[in-house]
């Protein structure tokens, strides 16, 4: 088993910035890839960004040149920077992982309990 921790959401004014932080702990081989998705009220997930083990990136259109993702896979760590926000960033950001417990071990998908974004205008 994974655990996934978040940290970092909280209440800020549009065009601030803030930081999430997800630490994986458990039984982790490897993780790839590891990220961040978000749901807003009364609509489906999405994904937000993520980031491989080898360094590739994926973004939401929408967040694309304001938040960045970045990890530390020695620390089975990552985090979000997210600036320039604005009143539609507003959301339950989950940290998501694709982890396994050895080389030949299949691959399973864990989700952190999730961290509240909210932003004012």
């Known amino acids: 088993q994974v655990q996934l921790v978040e940290s970092g959401g909280g209440l800020v004014q549009a065009g601030g910035s803030l930081r999430l932080s997800c630490v994986a702990s458990?039984?982790?081989?490897?993780?790839?890839?590891m990220g961040w998705y978000r749901q807003a009220p009364g609509k489906q997930r999405e994904l937000v960004a993520v980031?491989?083990?080898?360094?590739?990136?994926n973004y939401a259109d929408s967040v694309k040149g304001r938040f960045t993702i970045s990890r530390d896979s020695a620390k089975n760590t990552v985090y979000l920077q997210m600036n320039s926000l604005k009143p539609e960033d507003t959301a339950v950001y989950y940290c998501?992982?694709?982890?396994?417990?050895?080389?030949?071990?299949?691959?399973?998908?864990?989700w952190g309990q999730g961290t509240q974004v909210t932003v004012s205008s």
């Open positions: 980031k491989t083990s080898a360094g590739s990136t």
């Open positions: 458990g039984s982790i081989f490897s993780i790839n890839p």
């Open positions: 998501n992982a694709v982890s396994r417990q050895g080389p030949l071990a299949t691959w399973n998908v864990y």
